[in-house]
């Protein structure tokens, strides 16, 4: 399976820590991509890094790639009530995406 | 438009009938995708076009699935006979080239619910 793994699969932190979500993928991808969703419904568009990429910056985002380990990072930083949500990766190896199963974050005010 | 746009938001539907999802792509986006959604679950690929055609439809669960982009914008995903277990959310994604280097962007989903 390309599917890899999310880890972890819940996650609650207080208001104004760190975030760090992890995804772990099996055979070479072109790209990664982090979402965020919630109540189940769009998946918004966070950030994208390429295989050549190690790391990617968007506000209090920062996505890290390591294709060694073939694993990507998702940290948050300062949290707020506000990000909580489901975080997913989906990894391309051509033309679709595969999603993991996501983690899901709380962020307790 | 603004962003992909997918109708109905919501729809309830007797086992045994057929439903029509649509997804409006953002404008000029080349490459839209489909995928299914079931709770607690990530995103299912189910079929992706590259303008007409559907260029990977591996996804799809079986043959009462079915999705055209007859002019290479609009995208219909057509179920047959549905059954309780095709209860889920309908995701549709645009993006302006396949693959490589380019951002998938997502509409906010038909929740299809089979009763």
């Known amino acids: 399976s390309q599917q890899g793994e999310e880890d972890p699969q819940a996650l609650s932190i207080q208001e104004g820590e760190n975030a760090t979500m992890n995804c772990s993928y099996k055979?070479?991808?072109?790209?990664l991509q982090w979402y965020r969703q919630n109540s189940g419904r769009g998946l918004v568009h966070l950030i994208l890094?390429?295989?050549?990429?190690r790391e990617k910056h968007s506000g209090r985002l920062r996505v890290t790639l390591d294709t060694s380990k073939k694993s990507s990072s998702l940290l948050i930083t300062a949290s707020r009530a506000a990000d909580t949500a489901s975080y997913f990766c989906?990894?391309?190896?051509?033309?679709?995406?595969?999603f993991g199963p996501g983690t899901r974050l709380s962020v307790l005010p | 438009g603004a962003g992909v746009s997918q109708t109905p938001s919501n729809k309830v539907t007797e086992k045994g009938k057929y439903v029509e999802l649509r997804c409006d792509p953002i404008s000029g986006h080349t490459a839209l995708y489909w995928y299914r959604q079931s709770l607690g679950q990530g995103p299912e690929f189910l079929i992706y076009?590259?303008?007409?055609?559907?260029?990977?439809d591996s996804g799809l669960p079986n043959d009462r699935f079915f999705a055209v982009r007859p002019e290479g914008s609009v995208s219909t995903l057509k179920i047959q006979r549905t059954e309780r277990g095709d209860s889920a959310v309908y995701l549709c994604?645009?993006?302006?080239?396949?693959?490589?280097?380019?951002?998938?962007?997502f509409g906010q989903g038909t929740r299809l619910t089979v009763v």
């Open positions: 076009f590259q303008g007409t055609g559907a260029a990977d």
């Open positions: 055979t070479s991808i072109n790209n």
């Open positions: 989906a990894k391309n190896y051509g033309q679709n995406f595969v």
């Open positions: 890094i390429r295989s050549n990429e």
């Open positions: 994604a645009s993006s302006s080239a396949a693959g490589l280097g380019t951002e998938a962007f």
